[in-house]
């Protein structure tokens, strides 16, 4: 992958120093310029981005507590895997708010993503490392524990670089789901056909696998990826890490029943999006012969 690591996101909410509790609350009515100071000075202290938290999470903003908690220090490879999580994001979301209204006449609006270690909280309830990297549609987050990853970290190179842009993106599938609404019509035709369950959940993965795709085709043509990265990097992340939107946004789907679809179909719907870069080949629902779930 070719990218230049730039910083944080502005849509990156930092809690990787905070969660599992041990900081402190700071504001809730405004911090006045003294405390907006102070946050620039830490944030240049730290390198991380305590201006962006406090902006993006409406005037609250927790920093660790220098008493309680000591600051963790992050590797230099989790570090990266921050910014390249960040330059993601943001290359990921400036190609939908171009493409989502050009192709489906629905404008686009910015997910946040969430770094965390070990455990926060989320719209979806409770997200700990173990849950793997997912998109909350309740607040429109994308959580991801960067420490979940030291297994992609560990294939080196290009390839582990594109498994984990490759996740990214396909949280901000789901998120592109949610603003077409066609995750509010899954569950509904969930409820109707219980027996359809797993099948429609399979459905919804490969569509944001879809999605990402389609990110990756405009990536490819502006040099961000390659047919190396794509090649080895996709096997990796179907195999690590893959959100379990199921469960966290209903609580009771049992992991031996949920799937994803085989790494086959993963990689097929993939391609679709990354050949044609067209919303419109991600519609795994029709493909099946199901009516529902159109852009
Ligand atoms: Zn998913």
Redesign the pocket.
């Known amino acids: 992958m070719d990218w230049t690591p730039g910083g944080l996101s502005r849509d990156v909410e930092d809690r990787r120093d905070s969660s599992g509790g041990g900081g402190f609350g700071f504001g809730g009515g405004g911090l006045g310029i003294v405390g907006i100071l102070f946050l620039l000075v830490i944030s240049l202290i730290t390198g991380r981005n305590y201006i962006g938290s406090y902006l993006s999470g409406g005037g609250r903003v927790t920093t660790p507590s220098s008493s309680s908690t000591r600051p963790v220090e992050h590797s230099a490879a989790e570090d990266r895997s921050a910014q390249l999580v960040s330059f993601t994001l943001d290359d990921v979301q400036q190609t939908w708010e171009k493409l989502l209204p050009e192709q489906t006449q629905h404008p686009y609006r910015h997910a946040k993503l969430v770094l965390f270690r070990g455990y926060t909280r989320s719209g979806c309830g409770a997200a700990q490392s173990q849950t793997g ?3 909350c549609p309740q607040d429109e987050k994308v959580y991801i524990d960067l420490s979940f990853w030291d297994e992609l970290r560990r294939l080196g190179g290009g390839t582990a670089e594109f498994a984990q842009a490759y996740v990214v993106a ?2 901000l ?2 998120h592109v789901q949610n603003i077409l609404g066609i995750e509010q019509q899954m569950r509904q035709l969930q409820a109707r056909n219980p027996g359809a369950k797993n099948q429609l959940s399979v459905m ?2 490969l569509q ?2 879809c999605l990402a795709g389609v990110w990756g085709h405009s990536a490819e043509a502006r040099g961000i990826i390659h047919q190396d990265d794509v090649d080895a990097g996709l096997k990796a992340a179907a195999a690590v890490g ?4 199921q469960k966290m946004s209903r609580g009771a789907v049992s992991p031996e029943s949920f799937t ?1 679809g085989s790494s086959e179909q993963r990689q097929t719907w993939f391609m679709r999006g990354l050949k044609s870069g067209e919303v419109s080949q991600c519609n795994t629902f029709q493909s099946a012969g199901r009516s529902s779930g159109s852009f």
């Open positions: 990297p997912f998109y396909h949280e599938g789901h919804l993965e944001a696998d893959d959100d379990h939107i994803h």
